[in-house]
């Protein structure tokens, strides 16, 4: 049996894919400072370490507000392009291949910055990462469900002229009062567009949200789902239509979904068969990235080496990529293991 210091060392070394992951929420204090000097922005916060202890949540509103404030620095097309290519060098080091990233377009259109500005200057550094290290990427457009479908129709409607650069749908922001239903007719249109759709469902809110998330929204996977554990019914439908689960394990204690990380349900989900994967949401405030994710529920469980494989396995399997691609993935992933067929592990 492999101990946890080799446990966290093969975590870190595997090749991962992160699925959930808010480029706005990779915004890292000292780049956040030196974006506004730079667009002559002033800040109400004096300097970075005041910024850092502002970062202390109750709940995802707590989080949301000071999120908002930290993006409003971002102007430029550059803006978006240093934001998006400082998180893809972080990753690219932590063996991350493959990227799924939200961008939240109505949180800078509604500060005059155009989705041009800001699609061009995320795909620049998105293209750059596959040139430079290979890494691959989907790009996920999320609408902010505190908003009215109104807005979210009139964002997918200036979304048109670059949907052939856009991947996917989602849905986050404050999701308490804010159900998947009220996007019902949004969403219809966009899987009439042929985009993958995805929500936030069961972070803070109910079982139902997650119901309405699959019904009504008709998810290919859903973002956190926590709160499905706590209806049988729906875990066996999540299992049953293969639903991959985009968990967030440091963003979960930061923002009090759970008390503590040994109390972390990821294990639970693995052990009811539920397609768990483990990514950062928003890394430059909770406080860690992909690798120290795996490394916090590492430290504070039992979780063997055959459930970090499920892990990583589930998040290639997870991804919106080809079987082939996938394969490829599993392939490398499998070396690691040091497995070769038939597989130890399934
Ligand atoms: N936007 C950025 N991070 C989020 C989260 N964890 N939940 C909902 N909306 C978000
Ligand atoms: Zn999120």
């Keep these: 049996m492999r ?21 706005e929420g990779t915004l ?20 970075i370490d005041a910024l850092k202890t502002a970062y202390k949540f109750n709940n995802l509103q707590d ?9 409003s ?36 259109l509604e500060r005059g910055v155009t989705f041009e500005i800001q699609i061009n200057g995320i795909k620049k550094a998105l293209d750059e990462a596959h040139i430079k290290w290979g890494m691959t990427s989907n790009l996920i457009m999320s609408f902010l469900r505190h ?27 404050s999701e308490m009062n804010h159900p998947p239903k009220k996007f019902a007719e949004v969403f219809k249109a966009c899987r009439k567009l ?33 709160r499905a554990l706590e209806d049988t019914q729906l875990t066996a439908e999540i299992q049953k239509q293969r639903l991959t689960l985009t968990v967030c394990p440091l963003s979960n204690l930061k923002l009090c979904v759970v008390d503590s990380m040994e109390g972390h349900p990821i294990q639970k989900m693995l052990q009811l ?21 795996y490394q916090a529920l590492i430290e504070s469980s039992d979780l063997t080496e055959a459930e970090l494989y499920q892990l990583a396995k589930n998040a290639f399997e ?4 080809t079987t082939s691609e996938k394969t490829c993935h599993l392939v490398e992933l499998d070396k690691m293991f040091q497995k070769s067929p038939p597989y130890l592990y399934t």
């Excluded at 972070?203 to 926590?226: K, S, T």
């Excluded at 997870?318 to 990529?321: E, K, L, Q, R, V």
């Design 3 to 23: 101990t946890k210091i080799e446990l966290i060392t093969l975590a870190k070394q595997m090749p991962k894919a992160e699925l959930h992951l808010h480029i």
């Design 28 to 47: 890292e204090p000292e780049l956040l400072f030196k974006i506004a000097s730079r667009n002559q922005i002033t800040l109400k916060y004096p300097s």
């Design 63 to 71: 989080f949301l507000d000071i999120y908002y404030q930290g993006m």
């Design 73 to 108: 620095v971002l102007l430029t097309e550059n803006d978006f392009y240093d934001l998006t290519i400082a998180y893809l060098a972080k990753v690219h080091a932590q063996n991350v291949v493959h990227v799924e990233i939200f961008f939240d377009p109505q949180g800078h």
């Design 147 to 173: 908003l009215s479908e109104e807005s979210a129709f009139e964002t997918l409607e200036l979304a048109t002229p670059f949907l052939d650069k856009i991947d996917g749908v989602g849905l986050d922001s």
């Design 194 to 226: 042929g985009l993958k759709i995805t929500a936030h469902a069961g972070e803070e809110g109910p079982p139902e949200y997650i119901w309405q998330a699959l019904d009504i929204l008709q998810v290919n996977r859903i973002d956190h789902g926590n």
């Design 273 to 293: 068969n539920l397609n768990a994967t483990v990514n950062s949401d928003d890394p430059a405030y909770f406080g860690g990235y992909i690798n120290e994710n």
């Design 318 to 321: 997870g991804a919106w990529i």
